[in-house]
């Protein structure tokens, strides 16, 4: 157990539907971050979040959105699904100082699949 | 962007032989880190180099962080089953704090 916790593990639902993903970083940790990951692709960054605020922007649809609520944990809104939406979500946390700032603790990801 | 390339894509190696990958940044990078991905598991951080020139070991695996700050490899000594996996190396550009990660080797090794 790596302490970052998602939820749901795993979701099947269809096009044009909506879906939040869920995480809870590792205790003390104060940013969020979230990535997609296609079948046999590398790790694709969507958002970071510090402290409640957004950090740093990646390649997030304008159909996603996400945010990090006061007691630090994360949402990941996806809405008008698409086939090509089908990936692993992963959600990752890291200190809030130190050496070690940027240092990711991975969830276990949530796997989404849109039929 | 900043882009970090990572190559190879993939690589199967006897058990016992040794493995490499390599990373390659576009721009000057504040450190690098490397993370394993078994399958179906998820990314798991190894180590971080921060110094040009850097190199650490753990155990069977060599990191190195060129000179220029620029480039990275992992190198695996007496590859074994258990080291099957993807291989991720993930950058910092200078100045900045976001982390750019390569497309990662995936790494199998037949007994």
């Known amino acids: 157990d790596s302490g970052v916790t998602q939820t749901p593990k795993h979701l099947i639902t269809a096009t044009g539907q909506r879906v939040t993903l869920r995480c809870s970083p590792r205790?003390?940790?104060?940013?969020v971050y979230w990535y997609q990951q296609s079948l046999d692709q590398g790790l694709q960054f969507l958002i970071q979040y510090y402290n409640g605020e957004e950090r740093a922007k990646g390649n997030i649809l304008e159909r996603f959105s996400a945010q990090q609520f006061p007691d630090l944990h994360s949402e990941l809104n996806l809405s008008s699904l698409e086939l090509g939406d089908s990936a692993l979500y992963f959600c990752?946390?890291?200190?809030?100082?130190?050496?070690?700032?940027?240092?990711?603790?991975f969830g276990a990801g949530s796997r989404l699949t849109v039929l | 962007g900043q882009q970090v390339m990572q190559i190879p894509q993939y690589q199967h190696v006897q058990e016992g032989e040794d493995f490499t990958t390599y990373c390659n940044s576009s721009?000057?990078?504040?450190?690098i880190q490397w993370y394993k991905q078994r399958p179906g598991g998820h990314p798991v951080f190894l180590i971080q180099?921060?110094?040009?020139?850097e190199v650490k070991k753990q155990k069977r695996l060599t990191f190195q962080f060129g000179e220029a700050k620029k480039n990275s490899s992992l190198h695996i000594t007496a590859t074994q089953t258990t080291d099957v996996g993807t291989y991720f190396c993930?950058?910092?550009?200078?100045?900045?704090?976001?982390?750019?990660f390569g497309k990662g080797t995936k790494l199998s090794v037949i007994p």
């Open positions: 721009t000057t990078l504040s450190n």
């Open positions: 993930a950058g910092i550009g200078a100045g900045s704090y976001q982390l750019t």
């Open positions: 205790s003390g940790d104060l940013s």
């Open positions: 990752a946390s890291s200190p809030r100082t130190g050496s070690g700032a940027n240092v990711l603790t």
């Open positions: 180099l921060v110094k040009s020139g």
